[in-house]
């Protein structure tokens, strides 16, 4: 999608122009009813002529996501869409009300022009510009590579036109940029995991990923096959890959922006990419394992965020980590019983082949303790127990060092995006330990298992790293309640939370 920026007194010459609407409620008087005017002073004089000769226009009160279409005098199409109270507007509602006119219209009309005067919210110019962008990227997604007929949206350009000073130009300008950068990535992230798995197995995926970090100025790329991960002694990991008729493989790319010096904050992002889960020999139910595609999506997720930061050539160093395979079954499949080592060298026994993604990624935290980051972050679709927990909506954070926990729940706010911290106690700690062997990768009972998930985890980090653990099962996929989300696939939620803690750590 192209998005350009106008500065008035430029006039519209799109087929579709967009504007917003408001509505002020007046208090009950002497035993009148409460009412409500329309606000829109920043409308034309001709927009107004326009409404006002439409009837229908009479019984709209621009309410929060009320639309009204209609034909301005000079024979351009118009939509009009309702923010309710303006006090109220934030960014997260310009998202949604941006993103579902832009569905509505996109099959109908070939560019269209945002009037941005009312959409704009005072003393946020350019983050609410931002997020207008953002939801244009986003809800302009399709995954149509596998159609013989492509879903092609006919709407390709966007105007922005605004009064402001031309002086705001640059600012405008970057944040759209800024966001046409993050939206790209959330792109690629969504692409990876609707992917099918019979395309998308590890060593295909590894090879993806290094392709496009090739395009990345100051990234560096390198990937580590079976002979690498037996070297490394990553039995966890490798015990995963054990059934799988495609080799583990573990991608290490790292950004180091230009002018780093050794005041540079290093962080460490790890992500599970189980390019699909059967549950090996802890077999999933056939409806279970519909969808386990889906079950890398914390390596899509940490890539785009590492891939939106290096196109960003944010001032911070960023490692990224990918460990990637398929958990299958066949003759050298782990069996349940089985006892492995990890790369730190702590025994575990797998009494739940199904518990795997937690196996890959202790072994992969480990390996990214060694650069000794500042901060660790990984993301995984880890436990169903998140969605018991928090439902589909909100991303599971745990964590052994609070202001990491707090920076990342501040940049969630920051981007509308839902996240709950959750504790991990020493009863979830213990009940992960075994008794012929140092750890168990399941509890000894089913409550708390997103907690158990993470207190294994943690196993794994070495003293003094400041950790994160973000469980995305819930929403990494699915988020038909976003209108800038496909109601069924890859969300690309989270990114922009990890983004927004990139750019301010």
């Known amino acids: 999608m192209k998005i350009n920026l106008a500065f008035a007194p430029t006039k519209s010459s799109t087929e579709l122009n967009i504007f917003s609407c408001f509505n002020k409620t007046h208090e009950a008087k002497k035993g009148k009813k409460a009412e409500k005017t329309l606000v829109h002073t920043h409308w034309t004089e001709d927009v107004l002529e326009s409404f006002e000769h439409a009837v229908a226009s009479k019984h709209y009160k621009a309410e929060l996501g009320e639309t009204f279409s209609l034909t301005l005098m000079n024979g351009q199409s118009a939509i009009v869409v309702g923010l309710g109270d303006k006090s109220k507007v934030t960014k997260e509602t310009l998202r949604r009300q941006i993103a579902t006119v832009y569905k509505a219209a996109s099959g109908k009309y070939e560019d269209a022009t945002i009037h941005l005067d009312g959409f704009l919210i005072k003393g946020e110019l350019e983050e609410s510009l931002g997020a207008i962008a953002e939801a244009l990227h986003m809800s302009s997604y399709v995954f149509d590579r596998h159609l013989s007929t492509k879903k092609t949206a006919k709407l390709q350009s966007i105007t922005f036109l605004t009064s402001e000073k031309k002086t705001s130009a640059k600012k405008f300008e970057e944040a759209i940029s800024e966001a046409s950068k993050v939206g790209e990535s959330i792109t690629v992230a969504r692409n990876f995991v609707n992917e099918a798995p019979n395309i998308l197995n590890s060593e295909v995926y590894a090879k993806e990923i290094e392709k496009d970090a090739k395009t990345l100025k100051n990234v560096k790329v390198k990937v580590l096959g079976v002979p690498e991960l037996k070297k490394e002694k990553m039995g966890m990991f490798l015990s995963v890959n054990a059934g799988s008729a495609h080799g583990a493989r573990l991608v290490h790319l790292t950004y180091t922006p230009s002018k780093a010096n050794s005041k540079t904050k290093h962080i460490a992002l790890v992500g599970k990419g189980l390019t699909f889960d059967t549950g090996g020999y802890s077999l999933k139910p056939g409806a279970s394992m519909m969808n386990m595609k889906f079950d890398m999506a914390g390596s899509a997720t940490v890539y785009a965020a590492f891939r939106a930061a290096a196109l960003l050539q944010l001032p911070v160093k960023i490692s990224c980590y990918l460990g990637m395979t398929d958990n299958a079954v066949n003759e050298k499949a782990t069996m349940p019983d089985s006892i492995v ?130 469980d995305i099962a819930g929403i990494g996929d699915s988020q038909g309640h976003l209108p800038y989300c496909s109601p069924k696939g890859a969300s690309g939620l989270v990114i922009r939370t990890l983004v927004n803690y990139l750019k301010n750590v």
């Not at 990624?361 to 390996?367: E, F, I, K, S, T």
């Not at 700690?429 to 399941?442: C, E, F, P, Q, W």
Request: with cysteine; charged share 20%.
């Open 341 to 470: 080592t990890a790369r730190n060298g702590k025994t575990v026994e797998i009494l739940n082949t199904d518990a795997e993604g937690r196996l890959v990624l202790g072994d992969v935290v480990n390996y990214a303790c060694d650069n000794k980051p500042d901060a660790l972050i990984d993301a995984a679709t880890l436990t169903g127990a998140i969605l018991v927990a928090l439902g589909n909506e909100v991303c599971g954070l745990f964590s052994n060092n609070q202001k990491l926990a707090d920076s990342l729940l501040k940049s969630a706010k920051s981007t509308n995006e839902y996240m709950w911290q959750l504790p991990i106690i020493d009863e979830h700690r213990n009940d992960m330990k075994a008794i012929v062997a140092d750890l168990k990768n399941i509890g000894g009972s089913s409550f708390g298992g997103s907690a158990k998930g993470a207190a294994f985890i943690e196993n794994f980090i070495e003293p003094g790293i400041a950790w994160a653990h973000l």
